[in-house]
């Protein structure tokens, strides 16, 4: 059984920085793709970055680049997305996901991943 708990939201000034973190399990013994996603009131889910967990190649949406780096910890058991630089607009619901036995090229799309935690949320204010 999979399971992804976020936590590390939270309410920041603009310029600030926060670090989430995804507790993983059950994912061990398979490659898979994980990543960050969020979603504003009124908004459609969107994909902000992803790693697979083997390659360790990464994906990022152009509204994140050179702000936000995501990353893992050992073991396959926890997933990072260190943000810096935040604004206003980062304010959303951000989800951890992930889709078990995945090649290499990890999409942004979030169909394509199959495991989701409940959320955490970040507030950005100006």
């Known amino acids: 059984q999979v399971r992804l708990v976020e936590s590390g939201g939270g309410s920041v000034q603009a310029g600030g920085s926060l670090r989430l973190s995804c507790a993983a399990s059950?994912?061990?013994?398979?490659?898979?793709?994980m990543g960050w996603f969020r979603q504003a009131p009124g908004k459609e889910r969107e994909g902000v970055a992803v790693?697979?967990?083997?390659?360790?190649?990464?994906n990022y949406a152009d509204s994140v680049k050179g702000r936000f780096t995501v990353s893992q910890g050992n073991g396959k058991n926890t997933l990072y997305l260190q943000m810096n630089s935040l604004t206003s607009e980062d304010t959303a619901m951000y989800y951890c996901?992930?889709?078990?036995?995945?090649?290499?090229?990890?999409?942004?799309?979030?169909?394509?991943?199959?495991?989701w935690g409940q959320g955490t949320q970040v507030t950005v204010s100006s």
């Open positions: 996901a992930a889709r078990r036995g995945a090649g290499g090229n990890c999409r942004l799309q979030a169909q394509w991943y199959n495991f």
């Open positions: 059950g994912l061990s013994w398979f490659s898979n793709c």
């Open positions: 790693i697979h967990d083997d390659t360790d190649n990464t």
